[in-house]
């Protein structure tokens, strides 16, 4: 159960790693590492259990004993945390992504060949709007109307469906108007706000389910260490007495 904990809190850590970039690390779900460096404890403490039984060592197994129920405190903390945390996912998504949104940009350089490069907030959200097909907040106006002053009737190019992209000036797509109405023909226009939120949400619940799970395979085996530990005493004593 150590070894799947584990598993399951490095894809969960994997798969959500770059939305946390939206989010910062103030703000980042602590819950999957949580599950690996748990899950990684309870290996070790199958092993000295293991030795423990096999020897028939009272005091490694209540070693063992203790660290479960220090693993099982943990493991219920964290889960207590994805809960608090999954109450205000969606509240602290949208301001990351508002705020990367406003800052994200194309930056000068000197090199003739690029002259203009990505700063952090454009490069992650050049990538999600490439992996979910989305562009924007709720939809690819958020870029005029909470950046007005660098994506004015303009979207990155990132918002693009395929390498033909209309008007493309230094990393930016202009959106022609015609009647009050923009050419959205070549880019995505779909939010990605949505998108980004069922996916964290569904990981985090992943989390809790395995928090969770983790606490009553620990429960259980608190429960076997201490039917062990006063069977080994029984013999003790019976041996004892017979000598």
Known sequence: MGFIACIVGISAHIKMGEFMKLVGEDN?????????????????????????????????????T???????????????????YHGKIEQV???????SIKTANWDKTPNKIAPYTANAEMEV??????????????NFQDWDVLSPHKF??????????DEVCGKVENG??????????FDT???YTKGCFAEVNDFVSSNVVAVLLGCYGLAVFQLVGMVFSICLHRAITAVSDYTYSAI
């Open 152 to 161: 004015k009737h303009s979207v990155p190019v990132s918002c693009c469906i």
């Open 66 to 84: 203790f660290f479960l129920f220090c693993v099982f405190i943990t493991v219920m903390v964290a889960a207590s945390t994805a809960v608090a």
């Open 172 to 181: 930016v797509v202009e959106i022609d108007e015609d009647d009050g109405k």
């Open 93 to 99: 998504f949208r301001a990351g992504m508002e705020n």
């Open 28 to 64: 980042a779900n602590k819950g999957s590492l949580v599950m690996i460096v748990t899950g990684a404890v309870c290996v070790c403490i199958a092993i000295i259990s293991h030795l423990g039984a096999k020897h028939q060592s009272k005091w490694i197994i209540r070693f063992s």
């Open 185 to 187: 023909e070549f880019i």
């Open 125 to 138: 959200m050049s990538q999600l709007q490439k992996e979910l097909k989305c562009c924007g907040l709720d």
